[in-house]
């Protein structure tokens, strides 16, 4: 039964590179047919761990299997089942899109006519026929990174690595690429996804797993990860930087944690617990602050600030500040929360 | 039984897919078709009328002496382009794609090797036939000038495993070729390409003597014929015995160096 049994099992996964431990004990699951979302920053270990399952790297210690076969013992059986995205779009770009997908299509063994067929059925699904008889070096990002999906689909794996599908695409790419994943969800693909965006794993997986410096520091759902963090966040923006630090002082004994200034957008946010009456009792006091308040509120904690507690530090400390990405995960909830749950 | 030769099926055809995929890109890209044709059109035209107007060869028309070297050097260089191919690929995750399907371990080298035989085969037909106007002939028979540009490919061939090891463990397409031509440029030089040796300083000549190159371009003089008896032979083994003692290298650098590279390629990933 389709959920039951698990596609994806890793226990006590450890790889070393030199005097370097990248992994260090991981351990996951995932369950047939749904999307496990594997978050961390920059070098926590993500990329090896998608390596390893799908037979580029062998783990010094623990075990690994996928679709009930160990990535070592049984790698050639292991890669008939999957395909595989990189954070590289790995499309020859010398080759049209067609050749492309026909060329994989045939390494992975499926005949002549079938890779023809399967190359056409998925060019018009990632909306690349236009462009099939044109060679991949003519193609956009977003393009690319949809041929290279594509190419890891030729032969209906049961199970697909999708290594940072939409690092470096633009917003608009970025959103058609979620669609083309959560249609593959539907197909009853198995997905391990891992990124940097937390909007990306909120939307698009049933389950995640955070993994810093090699070792898993939080699992669940989006919910449960939520509710680990607890408590609510009261956001507020104020005219300049240095009423961001009277506002902080005068509210720094509400918070449960310390605030969390942002000199830029001029925003402050502190964990708080006590919902409405918390909320007026910031006002006042930032009112006896005299400090121009132009935006306040209440939230539930995002997945942000779900990374920011458990690893110290943010997603991604470049983005972390960025205005423009802190409005686009404010509306998410609105804009895609019928897609997925 | 059956199952090895399916296995050994689905390796030539995998490497022929790879093949087909690394000669597309032949043609797509004309500075590879140039770098092909026209490069050792113009490398003929000029020794045969630079040097040649100033190296006299006893006995022997300068073209007919300069073309078996030049055609040898012309092949090791292009070898060079498996390593900085292969680089490329590296470099681009496209190895990492190969890697995770489930096709022959070898076949991305071979695919790559033989594809790179190819374009061989192309810049040594379009230079015997600038040679041929510019004064080179054939003076063997039909199978003996074919066994010249056997042993010229197969030494190619040989040395385009040894630059896919290379090309593989600098990972950089622009080193791979800077590297390969600090080695390369000095392996066609020292050596009976393009002046006799007789009046190298001893080291020199030596080292020029046991040259493999030498002993393809001395192989490929015997067998197209372009020798004449004034011409003075050096008396090491390896220029008396040109044909075997090529062989001989070809059989050792590919004993060697085509386990190491599929070996380096099962365990390259893209970093």
């Not at chain 1, 790995?90 to 390494?107: C, F, H, S």
């Not at chain 1, 794996?157 to 939409?166: A, C, I, K, N």
């Not at chain 2, 190895?95 to 790179?116: N, Q, Y």
């Not at chain 2, 032979?233 to 290298?249: E, G, I, K, N, R």
């Amino acid at each position: 039964m389709r959920g039951m049994t698990n596609a994806i099992v890793v226990q006590g996964l450890v790889k070393r590179f030199g005097a370097q431990t990248a992994l260090d004990g991981v351990d996951l699951t995932v369950a047939e047919g749904t999307v496990l979302g594997l978050l961390g920053p920059n070098g926590a270990g993500k990329t090896t761990v998608v390596r390893i399952l799908s037979t580029l790297l062998e783990p010094d210690a623990g075990r690994a299997e996928v679709v009930g076969l160990d990535v070592v013992r049984q790698a050639g059986e292991v890669r008939a089942s999957i395909g595989l995205t990189g954070q590289y779009a790995a499309v020859d770009e010398y080759l049209t899109g067609q050749e492309n997908l026909e060329m994989v299509g045939r390494l992975y063994r499926l005949g002549k006519r079938e890779s023809r067929s399967r190359a056409a059925q998925l060019l018009e699904r990632f909306e690349l026929t236009d462009a099939a008889r044109r060679p991949a070096k003519t193609y956009s990002g977003g393009m690319r990174r949809r041929l290279d999906i594509a190419a890891s689909l030729i032969a209906r794996p049961r199970v697909l690595f999708l290594d940072e599908p939409t690092t470096g695409l633009d917003p608009r790419s970025r959103l058609g690429m979620w669609e083309f994943i959560a249609d593959l969800v539907s197909d009853g693909t198995t997905i391990l996804l891992t990124t940097q965006y937390l909007e990306e794993a909120d939307r698009l997986a049933d389950r995640m797993v955070v993994i810093d410096h090699g070792r898993v520091i939080a699992r669940g759902t989006a919910d449960d990860l939520k509710a680990q963090v607890g408590g609510e966040r009261l956001e507020l923006t104020v005219g300049s930087v240095e009423e961001l630090a009277r506002a902080a002082d005068a509210l720094r004994s509400l918070a449960l944690d310390e605030p969390r200034c942002d000199e830029q957008t001029r925003r402050l946010t502190l964990p708080v617990t006590g919902g409405a009456a918390t909320l007026a009792e910031a006002l006042r006091r930032l009112e006896s602050t005299g400090a121009t308040v132009l935006d306040v509120g209440l939230r539930r904690p995002d997945l942000d600030d779900v990374f920011l507690t458990l690893t110290g530090h943010a997603a991604d400390d470049e983005r972390a500040g960025a205005p423009s990405d802190d409005d686009a995960a404010d509306r998410t909830p609105a804009t895609a929360g019928g897609a997925l749950r | 039984m059956s199952a090895m030769t399916t296995s050994l099926g689905w390796a030539v055809s995998d490497s022929l897919t790879i093949t087909r995929r690394n000669l597309i890109k032949v043609k797509r890209v004309p500075d590879l078709i140039v770098f092909a044709t026209l490069s050792p059109i113009m490398f003929v035209l000029l020794f045969r009328y630079v040097f040649g107007s100033a190296i006299p060869i006893e006995g022997l028309d300068y073209a007919e002496f300069l073309l078996p070297g030049i055609f040898a050097q012309t092949v090791v260089f292009g070898s060079t382009i498996t390593g900085a191919s292969l680089a490329d690929d590296l470099q681009k995750g496209l190895i990492d794609r190969f890697r995770s399907l489930p096709m022959a371990r070898s076949a991305v080298l071979i695919g790559r090797t033989v594809a790179d035989l190819g374009l061989n085969v192309v810049t040594i037909v379009v230079m015997a036939l600038t040679g041929l106007a510019v004064g080179w002939r054939i003076h063997s028979s039909v199978g003996e000038a074919l066994a010249g540009f056997v042993v010229l490919l197969l030494f190619a061939f040989a040395i385009s495993w040894v630059m896919a090891y290379v090309g593989l463990l600098v990972r950089t397409p622009e080193v791979v070729n800077n590297a390969s031509f600090i080695v390369i440029f000095p392996l066609t030089f020292i050596a009976n390409t393009f002046v006799p040796t007789n009046n190298f300083p001893t080291v020199l000549k030596v080292i020029a003597d046991w040259n493999p190159v030498s002993a393809v371009v001395q192989a490929a003089r015997q067998l197209f014929g372009n020798t004449a008896p004034s011409l003075e032979t050096s008396d090491a083994w390896s220029l008396q015995h040109p044909v075997p003692y090529v062989l001989l290298w070809v059989v050792v650098l590919l004993a060697v160096f085509v386990p190491l590279s599929v070996r380096t390629y099962l365990r390259t990933a893209t970093r």
